[in-house]
């Protein structure tokens, strides 16, 4: 990889230095208290071809209206990727569906696809309300709504903090047929009594893992309680939690499950390193030596703070690298520029905290850079599940001090 091929790089695979009690299980995040063994971000990349499903179907072929067919066909897709082939059935059927993929699988078509064609010559009476962990994630979820439904009659409505209060009280004047947002715009709609949750009849958790693991249980559980007409229940998320299952076993009853994967293991496609920063070396210089090779064309950094990653940005900038960043203390105007930017390529870097590695659809990222060690295995899956999309294959490195 041009300068990236140092020796230092080279010998990534040793592990004679560490010491006897950082050689505990890799896949127990619990065991090590606040970091994991550097093994767990060591793995090679499994060739696409070789983990590639066989879908059951084409597109034309799944029992949905026509017009859902050829927008889908429109947008390019030929065939249902695994969770979509394996779930479309059940949710067409009303069923409660539990269902773990890894990232960049479909998830969000997977619930959509059913739930838009049940909706079909229905009036919009807010049937269906899609919960969302990030304000990225829901806005991606009701473009994909949009894009599925054009040329038919639906509509929905996106909750998410940092717009307009104003103007989410008088979208809710008028009934949608779909409510997608986050838990705390959610919350307060209902406060406001703009939202009633007896009208639902459906409720999707997307990411419903970190839904329960980022303070929003109480949240979510008031929802579950307001629902009192609630008849489906869909969960999906790339990961499970076992401390999550009680919860899980009380809102879903008799549920079709559809695991793609354990839920525990991070992405085949993605080729992950470490790269060991020695003592009195400059963190950042390596950081400069790696994205100023010609390969890393479209880089992700992940920081555990929003300060790290203002800091890392303006060090990126100060040395000329085309960058910029999103975390929770932007504006959602910024951060959506931020991200369209980083989409087109006219920014090389895009430093961000876990509020970017959750279900945003970014094609083409070709490496993830942890520039701090995650603070456990979900949020490193769901990392470096920002590259190795789509059957492609991707890199991700992270830095060990």
């Not at 995040?29 to 590639?52: D, I, M, R, S, Y």
Request: charged share 25%.
């Amino acid at each position: 990889m041009g300068n990236i091929s140092s020796p230092r790089l080279r010998g990534q695979r040793s592990y004679g230095q560490l010491s006897p009690n950082r050689r505990s299980n890799p896949n127990n995040k619990k065991a090590q208290g606040k970091l994991l063994n550097p093994n767990t971000f060591v793995k090679k990349a499994v060739e696409a071809t070789a983990v590639k499903y066989a879908p059951t179907r084409s597109i034309s072929e799944l029992p949905v209206d026509s017009l859902i067919i050829k927008n889908l066909e429109s947008k390019g897709y030929v065939t249902p990727t695994e969770i979509q082939d394996k779930t479309v059935d059940a949710i067409l059927d009303g069923r409660n569906v539990l269902g773990l993929a890894q990232t960049g699988t479909g998830k969000t078509g997977a619930f959509l696809i059913p739930l838009v064609h049940n909706l079909l010559q229905q009036k919009p009476m807010f049937q269906i309300l899609i919960v969302s962990p990030t304000r990225e994630l829901a806005m991606q979820i009701d473009s994909e709504f949009k894009s599925i439904t054009k040329g038919v009659n639906l509509s929905s409505v996106c909750l998410i903090g940092g717009t307009s209060v104003y103007r989410d009280l008088q979208a809710l004047r008028r009934p949608s047929h779909v409510i997608i947002g986050t838990p705390g715009r959610l919350a307060d709609m209902v406060r406001q009594r703009a939202l009633n949750l007896n009208k639902f009849s459906t409720l999707v958790l997307d990411e419903f893992d970190r839904l329960l693991d980022m303070g929003f249980k109480h949240e979510i559980e008031r929802i579950v309680e307001g629902m009192v007409n609630r008849e489906q229940t869909i969960l999906f998320s790339a990961t499970e939690e076992k401390g999550q299952q009680q919860f899980i076993s009380r809102i879903l009853d008799n549920p079709f499950e559809v695991r793609v994967h354990s839920g525990s293991a991070s992405a085949d496609t993605v080729e992950q390193d470490i790269v060991r920063v020695k003592d009195g070396e400059s963190k950042m210089d390596v950081l400069l030596n790696m994205v100023r090779d010609e390969s890393f064309e479209k880089v992700l950094v992940f920081a555990e703070t929003k300060r790290w990653v203002s800091r890392i940005c303006k060090d990126l900038k100060r040395a000329g690298i085309r960058a910029d960043e999103i975390h929770g203390d932007k504006s959602q105007n910024y951060r959506i520029k931020a991200l369209d930017s980083f989409k087109k390529k006219r920014i090389q870097v895009l430093v961000a905290t876990d509020v970017a590695a959750r279900g945003l659809d970014i094609s083409n990222v070709s490496h993830v850079i942890n520039y701090q060690q995650p603070k456990d295995l979900d949020s490193y899956i769901h990392r470096i599940g920002r590259t190795g999309r789509a059957g492609a294959t991707g890199k991700a490195y992270t830095f060990i001090n």
